[in-house]
Nanobody, 126 residues
Framework: QVQLVESGGGLVQAGGPLRLSCAAS????????MGWFRQAPGKEREFVAA????????YYADSVKGRFTISRDNAKNTVYLQMNSLTPEDTAVYYC???????????????????WGQGTQVTVSS
């Protein structure tokens, strides 16, 4: 069982930064790929970023590449999403997710993840 709790969301002006955190329970956090997804009103949930365990290979959606950075601190059981140069199009509820199924899953697919946080709202004003 893994529990995920996001924090760090809020209201920010366009061009500004924001850092999201996701604290995970469980002693084997370091062995799980972690991902961030987002869902804007009236839109489907979409992949934002992911990080594998081990070497920590990262993946990004084209829309956030170069602006967002995913990282993890295994000692703190926490994954982060540093978001820079935010635009109103980044407004959404952001969810972190954990994949415990093993293997080499497709970290861009929501179906890969079996545990999800409750989400944190990010609002970017123009």
């Amino acid at each position: 069982q893994v529990q995920l709790v996001e924090s760090g969301g809020g209201l920010v002006q366009a061009g500004g930064p924001l850092r999201l955190s996701c604290a995970a329970s469980g002693r084997t956090f370091s062995t799980y790929p972690m991902g961030w997804f987002r869902q804007a009103p009236g839109k489907e949930r979409e992949f934002v970023a992911a990080i594998r365990c081990g070497a920590g290979i990262t993946y990004y959606a084209d829309s956030v590449k170069g602006r967002f950075t995913i990282s993890r601190d295994n000692a703190k059981n926490t994954v982060y999403l540093q978001m820079n140069s935010l635009t109103p199009e980044d407004t959404a509820v952001y969810y972190c997710a954990c994949a415990t199924k093993g293997g080499l899953p497709d970290v861009r697919a929501g179906t890969t993840y079996d545990y999800w946080g409750q989400g944190t709202q990010v609002t970017v004003s123009s």
